[in-house]
């Protein structure tokens, strides 16, 4: 990969849509925002630790104070998997409030936010 490009034997850009056709996930849904770093949402915070119990931690919450099952697994698993600049066992409180999203089946844009993540990472590179 380089430049956007995945180098085969010819030039493929990498696109929203071909995130969309290796993994599958939909296009349609809200739109996320960015949700990974300090949080000036104070209100979301203080509800997210009230409701969770959040332990906080050097650099977020402790995702192992989360005692719903579904939303500490969700949590996890964009924490680990999808989410830019998270810690695999702390995350801010929007990450446990998306992640809270997801299990009461609220649909997310994956595709674009995944891709935007992409040309962020390909420019820090």
């Given at each position: 990969m380089h430049d956007g490009y995945?180098?085969?034997?010819?030039?493929?850009?990498?696109?929203?849509?071909?995130?969309?056709r290796i993994s599958w996930l939909p296009y349609k849904g809200k739109d996320l925002v960015t949700i990974a770093g300090k949080s000036g949402d104070l209100?979301?915070?203080?509800?997210m630790k009230k409701?969770?119990?959040?332990?906080?931690?050097?650099?977020g919450y402790a995702i192992s104070s989360i005692k719903d099952k579904g939303v500490r697994i969700a949590t996890q698993l964009?924490?680990?998997k999808v989410m830019r600049k998270c810690?695999?066992?702390e995350v801010s409180a929007p990450v446990v409030a998306l992640a809270e999203?997801?299990?009461?089946?609220?649909?997310f844009n994956w595709v674009e936010f995944l891709y935007k993540e992409f040309l962020l990472n390909?420019?820090?590179d």
């Open positions: 995945l180098w085969l034997e010819e030039h493929i850009p990498i696109t929203a849509d071909l995130i969309h209100a979301l915070m203080e509800a409701k969770y119990k959040l332990k906080k931690k050097k650099r964009l924490a680990s810690h695999g066992d999203q997801c299990v009461e089946g609220v649909q390909c420019k820090e």
